[in-house]
């Protein structure tokens, strides 16, 4: 019972973590946006406080590389993912 109870408990909690996927960051004269260049990310956000490299697989099974940058702005944590030279996905973390 305690296991059961633990292990529900581990997954009610994962949400607290869970990041949220958004469009957009607003910088202070700008925006980035999916589908922006990793320079425009870099020039307009500055040098991330890390950097994550990776490969994954797409939809069609095929291996692609991918960058993880994390930016703070604004006191807000995020994530931007960045495939191809190119912002694929900007995650939120809450």
Do not use: C
């Amino acid at each position: 019972m305690k296991k059961i109870f633990l292990a529900f408990l581990l997954f009610a909690s994962s949400g607290v973590f869970a990041g949220t996927e958004v469009r957009s960051i607003r910088t202070s004269y700008d925006f980035i946006e999916i589908g922006s260049s990793e320079g425009d990310v870099r020039s307009k956000l500055g040098n991330p406080q890390s950097v994550y490299h990776y490969v994954f697989s797409d939809a069609n099974n095929r291996p692609r590389a991918a960058t993880d940058l994390r930016y703070t702005v604004d006191n807000e944590k995020y994530t931007v993912i960045i495939v191809n030279g190119v912002v694929y996905k900007i995650v939120w973390e809450r």
